[in-house]
């Protein structure tokens, strides 16, 4: 029932207790037994699982505290999903600073995970609008931290994979909205090069990303489409639309639906109508920035023995440099990834001491489980991440080795002290 | 149904209730809160306002204190104004083998279940009757339909909860007051944490939309899930020696 979202084989916790409230003390642990919080599931890998141990479940810490619809200041219980979220502020005019791909993750796994959006260039992540978060630690102490309060608690926390304790609450800073629409343009591109001149062209607008097809023909790869946008200004509805997914996939295939016929047919497809569609058009926020949502479940299409995805960044420079070398190599190996997204991030630095937006490009990727194989291929990628200086996002592996996340997390040292002895996951056992 | 309704709460911070009142808040509801722990209803209230509803007074006491359930729906109604939805909703689940062998258990489940409830309902009845309008509605339990083996002290206290409410529903007929009754089917919730789940159970926030048509339309009687009309029929049309073998 606890599994991740990538539905690959891992071995869930012992336990699982629901939160009901935010004033309740934690569960008490036997022996060498620890704990995690888990929200909704919904990163790929193994960081939120603990295996064999004792998992938070904070889906019914699901209140808002106080909002000040006046000032855009958002004070709610961690277990809310950004989605609960967005239906009740998008009606006020306001919006979340930053959003990732899918709005049914929690706040706290927000925080946890400082996630980033397609606005990073402009906004950083989510945890730059944090104004403070509640933490109860195993010790049952229960700490206010704000960048000046407990200042270095905080920045553990923020992109800490929650382990310094319990996120029970935060306050957040929202952006005003005058519509529920956005303003978009679609334009394809042919190369990294050109990827790299429509990212730069389009530094004054909030939101970028690109898909890239990994999978075309040679002399083709690196082509896509590069998405921008921006908050329509009309002062139009503020509807905050669906809150449930209109489609479903009931259950996971036998085998995975996604293959090399597959994955070039859907991205001949995409790049053709990307094409066509060129110029600006609104289009409602959801869509946009939550694609996939429309789906539940999704990721049962890769079948039962699930997919890693895989997310780097590659510093500056150098950087197109190492997405040409990983695309050429996806391409040679012909695993197929459906999603190859491609950012730019900007420089905005996060308070996080573990965050993974830096400088530099982005690109994620989907890959069936097919055992060692994939596994394989994943760690050769790493090799060319590592030497270039980059990173890989935690809240996507479940399989990168210590020496790698080592290499791309230099902020480690300064979270260790800050880890709460009781909090452990599946992934943090891995990578220690 | 008027656009900001004047709402009166029992069991305000129980899961089921607060999912519903939530679909009140868009709207801008007012709400009077009533429950048996201050921390959890001020948490409730918090949330409701963060969603556009207005709190005008909450009240916590221990419901089993029945002389406090008028003065509690006094209070009530000089702030509110006037009721115009009153949800009766607390409750508490008894272990049914506890019950079997002690005599503490089952006073608690009745106190809990039947006699705080039977008070609230009364004294807010009395009220809506003065108004002459309004709708109660009363969070009873697909329990009540038929005695089974595996929960009969709480189906004997929800069944005289319905008998309760069969009563007014007759007492209010040919007026504009209106008594819903509401079953729901078993409900994954802080109530049912220790039970082991399977596929007919649903969630509080499944069901809440359900109870909020049933209380907009008056229905009298309104099973959530809706499936659950059709398993109680086969369960109350059961020969007695064919229910006593089933282990339910």
Redesign the interface.
Known sequence: MEASWGCLPLTGPDRTI?R????EALPELMGNDTVLAYGRGRSYGDSCINSHGTQLSTR?LN?????DAEHGILN?EAGLTLDEILQ?IV?RGWFLPVVPGTRFVTLGGAIANDVHGKNHHHAGSFGCHVLSLNLLRSDGTRQICTPSENGQRFAATIGGLGLTGLITSATVRLIPITCDELVVEDLPFNCIEEFTALSRQSIDWEYTVSWVDTFSRKGQVGRGIFSRARHAQDKRALAPGRSRPALGVPFAPPVSFVNRWTVNCFNQAYFWAGSKKQGMRHTHYQPFFFPLDTIANWNRVYGKNGFYQYQCVVPPSGSEQAIQTLMRDIHRSGEASFLAVLKEFGDRQSPGMLTFPRPGLTLALDFPNRGEKTKRLLASFDEIVMSVGGAIYPAKDARMSAAMFASGYSGMQEFLPEVDPKFSSAFWRRVQ | MPTKSHILVFGASS?ICHELLKLYA?EGAKYFLVGRDA??LA??A??L????GTVSGTASYDFNQWQHHQACVTQARDSLGKFDIVIVAHGSLPDQAECETASAPVKACMDDNFTSAAIIIQACAQQLALQGQGTLAVVSSVAGDRGRKSNYAYGAAKAGIDALVQGLQGRFSGSAVRVVNIKPGMMVS?MT?HLKHGPIWSTPVAIAPGIYRAISSGRRVCYVPGYWRLIMLVIRVLPTGILAKLPI
Do not use: M, Q, S, T
């Open positions: 629901e009901d409230w935010r004033f019914r209140r808002f505290i106080r909002f709610c009740v009606p | 899961a868009a921390a959890k948490a409730v918090d949330d306002v963060a969603r556009g802080p944490a």
